[in-house]
């Protein structure tokens, strides 16, 4: 593949579960691409002074999801720039109405084991933290995926090198691209 530009007018939203990959993928896309990097949960610590775990305990889920729409109607406003969401941002239907007018969204598609390796190291997760983790991500698959499949792209997120799936992702936005140019 040669060099990419990206020459639609929106930002790129990587979207999916916890652990999928889209703060880690969405940094090295953003410098393969030469686009600002935004991460909503960075976003909402910055502007809310305290963990994302601690906004969940402490104001429960319905603030968190209150913050990350507030959030994501302020980084949108900045177009070609890529944003990482929130596990939980895409599954808001307003939320996907903000994120298709402004961005081209990008799903990472992650089966249950990739997910369970990736996240029961980090202590980070609270949705994790109030039972069974592999129960917690079945249904959290189950009720999220066909929400996350509404997205534009669809990239499934592998135990592969992170060169690798920035490769993946940007063929898919290359063939995007091209459907939608031309």
């Keep these: 593949m040669t060099e990419f530009e990206w020459k639609i007018n929106k930002s790129i939203a990587l979207v999916g579960i916890m652990g999928a990959g889209k703060s880690h993928l969405g940094r090295l896309l953003s410098k393969k691409l030469h686009m600002p990097f935004i991460d909503t949960d960075q976003e909402i610590v910055g502007a809310a002074g305290i963990t994302i775990q601690d906004i969940f305990e402490q104001y429960g889920y319905e603030e968190l ?36 007018k402004h961005a081209v969204t990008i799903w990472l598609r992650a089966d249950l084991s990739l997910i369970l390796n990736r996240t029961t190291r980090r202590e980070h997760r609270p949705l994790l933290n109030i039972g069974d983790p592999k129960d917690i991500l079945e249904d959290l698959i189950e009720e999220r995926y066909p929400i996350y499949n509404q997205a534009d792209i669809i990239v499934d997120s592998e135990d592969v090198s992170p060169g690798k799936m920035i490769h993946k992702i940007l063929q898919a936005l290359e063939d995007y691209q091209a459907r939608t140019l031309s």
């Design 65 to 100: 999801q209150a913050l990350e729409e507030r959030v994501l109607k302020r980084v949108v406003k900045t177009p070609h720039q890529i944003i990482s969401t929130g596990d939980g941002v895409f599954v808001s239907e307003q939320n996907r109405d903000i994120l298709k």
